[in-house]
Nanobody, 122 residues
Framework: QVQLVESGGGLVQPGGSLRLSCVGS????????IGWFRQAPGKDRDGVSCISGNDGSPYYVDSVKGRFTISRDNAKNTVYLQMNDLKPEDTAVYYC???????????????WGKGTLVTVSS
């Protein structure tokens, strides 16, 4: 059964860090690039970062460049999102999902996790 499960969210002060994990089962990480998305209250769900399936090339939207780092550990079937220097505007539910191509304008397809909440507040 293909499944994606996120973890690692929580409450953090501005300037703090969190590392999100996305664990894939059913071989999903073997076949697809994986993206991280976020949805703030009252807003649309937007892509944040993605990582390709073959060479691990990352892509970041401008708002998180230099602060977030995506990586994958194929042996652990896990994709990580290291988030540093967090800001209140990073507050959202974060989802991982399979994507078609990891590039500008990437979008989620087929398999989604249920999300993990990140709250950045003092």
């Amino acid at each position: 059964q293909v499944q994606l499960v996120e973890s690692g969210g929580g409450l953090v002060q501005p300037g703090g860090s969190l590392r999100l994990s996305c664990v894939g089962s059913g071989g999903v990480l073997d076949y697809y690039p994986i993206g991280w998305f976020r949805q703030a209250p009252g807003k649309d769900r937007d892509g944040v970062s993605c990582i390709s399936g073959n060479d691990g090339s990352p892509y970041y939207v401008d708002s998180v460049k230099g602060r977030f780092t995506i990586s994958r550990d194929n042996a652990k079937n896990t994709v990580y999102l290291q988030m540093n220097d967090l800001k209140p505007e990073d507050t959202a539910v974060y989802y991982c999902a399979t994507v078609w191509k990891c590039e500008s304008g990437f979008y989620g397809m087929t398999y989604w996790g249920k999300g993990t909440l990140v709250t950045v507040s003092s």
